[in-house]
């Protein structure tokens, strides 16, 4: 009886500790996304803003992956949370499902594939559809979108959304830049996981 008591105990410690994780590295990947996706601001740079967030924010994903015992639901509610943050700002239910249905993915490859490079690896790679899809809605919902930003941004601005929604070419490029972002971020990050956190005993 003991022994079930005891492994009571640490499966409850385990799930407290998850959730925990699950709250302070979805709130950092929120912040951070958003600070490093503040460029597309600049027309310039709007297709290639996802390239960014999923650069700045490879590191605290793969510190996040190395920390949870219970991958699936703990990354399921981690994106959930990024889609409940972008529903409350106006982006619709279409943000939401995206996001639980990467969290899916991105807890499958940490449980099946494992939580060594390879599987971190493979779901910061799939995690980077998600941010990426914050501007699906300008292809989806062109006028919604785009007087949803006028609420924000200048004529300028909405007028070179509006030119970039007539063709379906930036969004291929949107999610390719997020992708190429998380696949040089995630080699940065094995590379700052294996000189720094390992030696803390963080990862």
């Known amino acids: 009886?003991?022994?079930?008591?005891?492994?009571?105990?640490?499966?409850?410690?385990?799930?407290?500790?998850?959730?925990?994780?699950?709250?302070?590295?979805?709130a950092l990947y929120i912040v951070l996304g958003f600070i490093s996706s503040s460029i597309g601001y600049i027309p310039a740079f709007i297709v290639v803003s996802t390239c960014s967030i999923s650069l700045v924010t490879s590191i605290p994903v793969f510190l996040f992956f190395s920390k949870i015992d219970r991958p699936i639901p703990c990354c399921m509610l981690f994106c959930g949370i990024f889609?409940?943050?972008?529903?409350?700002?106006?982006?619709?239910?279409?943000?939401?499902?995206?996001?639980?249905?990467?969290?899916?993915?991105?807890?499958?490859?940490?449980?099946?594939?494992?939580?060594?490079?390879?599987?971190?690896?493979?779901?910061?790679?799939?995690?980077?559809?998600?941010?990426?899809?914050?501007?699906?809605?300008?292809?989806?919902?062109?006028?919604?979108?785009?007087?949803?930003?006028?609420?924000?941004?200048?004529a300028g601005y909405v007028a070179k959304l509006k030119e970039l929604s007539q063709s379906s070419w930036p969004l291929v490029a949107i999610y390719a830049f997020g992708i190429l972002g998380a696949v040089v971020g995630g080699l940065v990050a094995r590379r700052v996981m294996k000189k720094h956190f390992e030696r803390i005993g963080l990862a």
């Open 83 to 154: 889609g409940g943050a972008m529903l409350v700002m106006g982006q619709g239910i279409l943000m939401f499902a995206i996001s639980l249905a990467v969290g899916l993915v991105v807890g499958s490859c940490l449980k099946f594939i494992g939580k060594g490079f390879a599987g971190c690896y493979s779901a910061n790679i799939v995690l980077s559809l998600m941010s990426s899809s914050m501007m699906l809605p300008l292809w989806t919902s062109t006028e919604e979108y785009l007087e949803y930003t006028r609420t924000m941004c200048d």
């Open 1 to 26: 009886m003991s022994n079930v008591k005891t492994t009571g105990k640490k499966s409850s410690n385990t799930l407290v500790r998850d959730l925990v994780n699950v709250g302070i590295f979805a």
